[in-house]
């Protein structure tokens, strides 16, 4: 076959081929390779488009034809029911005043609305969960009860495996792959006697402070439409701001519940990653495993208060028929001391007020103010932190972008289409090293010393460089430890993020706003967002040393934040999350009379800063 088809190129004469032969066959053959890998590549992104939109229209289909029933509006005791804490809904449920179903039904209503509005949901299993709630009921009746959390509904991210259920990641490759097994902590949970009701929408890949995708569409704030709940675990986010869950569940490995519990007005904790089974999580990508082992993912809750949130670090970190540490050999057996986490003892709290990177915006200020206030009137000490940690954040960059040019995303992505809100980080990434040398060189020549520094430092690094950056991250983890050592401080204060919830796209050009919350997965601190109050009239501006860029974009983005929440961040040394928890209930019982939780209406999810 290969002497006939030199015989044809050659013009039918039989003889040995010549370098131009040679030359035309090896055109024909690499222009018909790139075509082919084009048609293969645009065929792979066809199918997997044509998949997501299947099983969107899946579940709307299941929406119409299951759940037509589910209507939050015809419930008495729907607005009822969805303003109670988690320890409310189980004192009720136990006092006999309300039922699990009761319960359940509310919250499948409530959830099916938020679907549909706000784009909160993934997969839902509202048939599934009152069923579940019924038999719950019917256990209570006759005196046997799983947990504390019996028949209690809970939300979970979609990354998180549960038995029967695709754990996409905002991945259209990983729909129609229903898992055949749950996470250890779910596990746990459903033991205690939860009932897992709804899937929560994430972002393409978990990696910007915005929840979007091809299979379930762009999350909305319930606060305004117009911006995003945060990410990745966005959608427990607006799920639980909007009475749509009483407790979810999500993960963080750059700010991923600190972000939405921020941008939504709601907790969120994340503990010490080491201490927390990452069994049954997704990774986004090939073979749910990556190489990055710099920064840890970890799994936590989402919930309307502090105490709510401990529940889940009590179950998951205590003995009982299923031990976390008995199913996942990785995790050290350190069960949870409570006598720490609801201690009365007064802490010494240290405030940082800016990390040197990005400033915050005035808003969270006055919420660092409010908060200092309360918690020196009921007793305890607070000092400003003093310590250069503008570092920390361009280390970040470096870190989760060492690999270069977004390799394990396009991995993961197996074939689907980069969504267009990594458009400008992809640009960054795929910049070749001589340009980069050159835009980080000018950016420096004009003065604009952060630009500089973020684009020449997010790059790809060899392995040597790569330990350089780590090196030099632990050396300022370590000094900063032995600060808070010498001063004697307890907890650490800061804003939850630097802006407000961000409008929709802005995430690309605006997470770095985030870096208050890169800072205490970088040093592996346990961390939890508090709500303290809401952007106020003359707080919608923004004000940095820095002109540049960065500061460009959150000058537009401020403008019309006026009404939306307002959250501290508390964090502490790592695998001291009792008292990080500690410390966060002092923070919310500071604020207690600045912060209100926003009213629940029967008409709409939507939900506003109360009069």
């Known amino acids: 076959l290969k002497l006939q088809f030199l015989y044809f190129i050659g013009g039918g004469e039989k003889k040995m081929p010549t370098v131009k032969t040679t030359g035309r066959v090896l055109a024909v053959s690499v222009l018909t390779y790139v075509m082919w890998k084009m048609c293969e590549r645009g065929n792979r992104r066809s199918y997997l488009k044509k998949q997501a939109m299947k099983k969107r229209a899946e579940r709307d289909q299941k929406r119409t034809e299951q759940y037509g029933d589910l209507d939050f509006k015809s419930l008495p005791r729907g607005a009822e029911i969805i303003s109670m804490t988690v320890e409310e809904l189980v004192r009720s449920m136990d006092e006999g005043t309300l039922t699990s179903e009761e319960v359940v ?28 709630a019924q038999l719950c009921d019917a256990e209570r009746k006759d005196g046997t009860l799983r947990g504390f959390l019996h028949g209690v509904p809970i939300s979970i991210k979609d990354q998180i495996h549960m038995e029967g259920y695709d754990s996409t990641c905002g991945l259209a490759a990983r729909v129609f792959k229903p898992l ?61 701001a909007c009475g749509a869950s009483p407790l979810g569940i999500g993960t963080d490995i750059g700010g991923s519940i600190r972000i939405p519990a921020g941008f939504c007005g709601v907790v969120g904790f994340k503990p010490t990653s080491q201490r927390i089974s990452a069994h049954g999580m997704g990774v986004p990508r090939p073979n749910d495993a990556s190489g990055q082992n710099a920064v840890f ?8 208060t502090v105490d709510d949130v401990e529940l889940v670090m009590r179950l998951w970190c205590s003995e009982g028929k299923t031990t976390m540490w008995k199913r996942d050999p990785l995790v050290p057996k350190m069960v949870w001391d409570s006598t720490e986490s609801k201690s009365t003892r007064k802490l010494r709290f240290g405030v940082l007020r800016d990390d040197g990177f990005f400033t915050a915006a005035p808003a969270y200020n006055r919420a660092l103010n409010l908060a200092t206030e309360g918690l020196k009137k009921n007793g305890h000490e607070v000092v400003e932190i003093d310590f250069d940690l503008h570092r920390h954040a361009l280390l970040f960059v470096a870190e989760m972008s060492s690999e270069g040019k977004m390799r394990g995303f396009l991995d993961g992505l197996d074939g689907e289409m980069l969504h267009e809100n990594y458009s400008f980080l992809k640009k960054m990434a795929d910049m070749p090293p001589l340009v980069r040398w050159l835009v980080s060189s000018v950016y420096g020549l004009i003065g604009k010393t952060r630009m500089q520094h973020i684009v020449g430092e997010a790059g790809e690094y060899s392995v040597y460089g790569f330990w350089e950056l780590i090196k030099e991250r632990d050396l300022l983890k370590k000094a900063f430890l032995a600060y808070l050592m010498k001063e004697g401080i307890d907890a650490v204060l800061c804003p ?32 939890g967002s508090v709500p303290v109050t809401y952007v106020s009239s003359g707080e919608n501006v923004y004000e940095s040393a820095f002109q540049d860029p960065l500061t460009h974009d959150a000058k537009k983005d401020i403008k019309g934040a006026v009404g939306l929440p307002v959250n501290v961040q508390i964090a502490t040394a790592p695998f001291t999350d009792e008292l990080c928890l500690k410390a966060m209930r002092d923070v919310e019982a500071a604020v207690s009379s600045s912060w209100r939780r926003p009213n629940f209406s029967h008409e709409t999810v939507l939900v506003s800063k109360p009069e």
């Open 105 to 132: 039904t509310a919250y499948c209503a409530r959830a099916k609305e938020a679907g549909e509005v706000l784009n909160t949901n993934a997969e839902e299993c509202f048939i599934e969960a009152i069923k579940e």
């Open 180 to 240: 055949s097994y749950t996470s250890v902590l779910v596990t746990i949970l459903k033991d205690a006697g939860a009932i897992p009701f709804v899937r929560s929408n994430v972002p393409q890949c978990l990696m910007l402070p915005e929840s979007f995708n091809a299979i379930w569409g762009t999350a909305c704030n319930p606060f305004d439409v117009s911006r995003t709940p945060g990410g990745s675990s966005g959608g427990e986010g607006a799920l639980v």
């Open 297 to 304: 993912s970890c799994a936590g809750p989402l919930a309307k």
């Open 496 to 527: 939850g993020v630097g802006m407000s919830a961000l409008k929709h796209g802005m995430s690309t050009k605006l997470s770095l706003s985030c870096s208050y919350a890169y800072l205490w997965n970088n040093f592996h601190f346990p961390a």
